[in-house]
């Protein structure tokens, strides 16, 4: 019998279960749309530590739960016209870009491994899902969650010991200690550069425009020009916040002409009013009037730490030294150019998770062959 369902042996795939190669194509395209819908979850979930299963997909504006006919990848949105269907409230049209683009990226990794490593293929698909997910957020929160980053370093762990020519090894064993090399390396890498960013840069004098305040909140600092959230300026015990106020107001108390210096990571938290010293948990509010305040800065946020570690978990070393190469060369294009553009400043905040994302994905499609030709010469 030289045929299977009255298919030529030859015109099947000789993977998984013997099938069609391009039937495995059209389930992972369908398998990455899947994925896309649920990344979006993931995306405006995650960042406001809400639950990814419950409730259940729903329009934030009327609150009404999404029927399965309304919760189709791409195809809802398109025949809704990017629109809820009971309230009419607008869909943003990231939803339905997030869900091309998965199921795109899924089909294009299926094609480009999955004849010759197709455990691979997949592991590569979950790693470009996790980047999906991470470049939106980080674009708009300034945050990699560490379920993506650390949720990432196990699974490449997991993967590198089922496919280890992730890692370019041949058995589980090697694949799995290529596997934490990797993570250790390209963690380590990315924090050196923060602490060497910290001490060469670590502070940043921000000037505030007469007749503006600056306010403090439980999560965040209030300049004129937004908000700065602790978790971007208070990393180590001594990064502390210094301002001269004219004018300070607590929530029961003012002082005038007083130097203020606040440090949320010493035990307890520290703000000093002149020569007073309180627990700065105990004060939710705080308001000054100032010329200019002076905020600890990192040159990388500790999230990229991690995010490379878990790229070193599922690429190896050598992915973690190209990564940060490149993404260093990608990330000053585009803040030069957007600086020539007119469209930011020198002193405006640059996420660098996307860039580093990028970088990675450019090893797995062609830069590990660039890398390693460089090196050999």
């Known amino acids: 019998m030289d045929t299977f369902f009255g298919i030529p042996y030859e015109h099947l795939y000789d993977g998984p279960f013997r099938t069609p190669f391009h039937l495995w194509s059209i389930c992972f395209l369908l398998l990455g749309l899947i994925v896309g819908s649920f990344l979006n979850v993931v995306i405006y979930r995650v960042p406001l530590d ?16 999404i029927k399965l006919r309304h919760n189709l990848p791409v195809l809802s949105w398109l025949l809704l016209r990017g629109q809820c269907a009971y309230c009419g409230a607008p869909i943003p049209p990231r939803y339905v870009l ?8 899924f ?10 490593e197709p455990l691979m293929a997949l592991a590569l698909c979950i790693l470009f899902a996790g980047f999906i997910a991470a470049t939106a957020i980080d674009l708009e929160h300034y945050i990699i969650p560490d379920q993506i980053t650390v949720g990432g370093i196990f699974a490449g762990f997991v993967f590198c010991a089922l496919a280890p020519a992730l890692v370019g090894q041949a058995n589980a064993v090697n694949g799995m200690k290529f596997s934490a090399l990797g993570a250790v390396v390209g963690g380590g890498m990315v924090y050196a550069v923060l602490r060497g960013g910290k001490l060469l840069f670590g502070k940043q004098r921000v000037t505030i425009p007469d007749g503006s305040r600056i306010t403090f909140t439980e999560e965040a600092i209030h300049l004129p020009d937004g908000a700065v959230f602790y978790d971007e300026v208070f990393y180590r015990t001594s990064d502390t916040v210094i301002l001269e106020a004219k004018r300070l107001e607590l929530s029961d108390r003012c002082y005038w002409n007083q130097p203020v210096r606040l440090a949320l990571k010493q035990t307890p938290p520290l703000l000093q009013i002149g020569t007073e010293k309180f627990d700065a948990s105990q004060e939710p ?26 790229i070193g978990a599922f690429l190896g070393w050598q992915a973690t030294v190209f990564s940060l190469m490149a993404s260093a060369v990608l990330g000053s294009l585009v803040g030069v150019g957007l600086i020539v553009a007119g469209k930011r400043d020198w002193s405006t905040r640059l996420p660098y998770g996307p860039f580093i994302a990028a970088a990675a994905t450019l090893w797995v499609w062609g830069g590990k062959e660039w890398f390693f030709r460089l090196f050999a010469r």
């Open 50 to 65: 809400l639950s990814t299963v419950t409730p259940p997909s729903h329009c934030p504006k009327c609150n009404t739960r």
């Open 285 to 310: 509010w705080m308001c000054a009037d100032t010329e200019k305040v002076t905020l600890p800065r990192e040159a990388m946020g500790f999230g990229d730490v991690k995010f490379m570690a878990g």
């Open 107 to 116: 089909l294009g990794t299926w094609l480009a491994f999955g004849r010759s």
């Open 98 to 105: 997030v869900e091309a683009f998965t199921g795109l990226t």
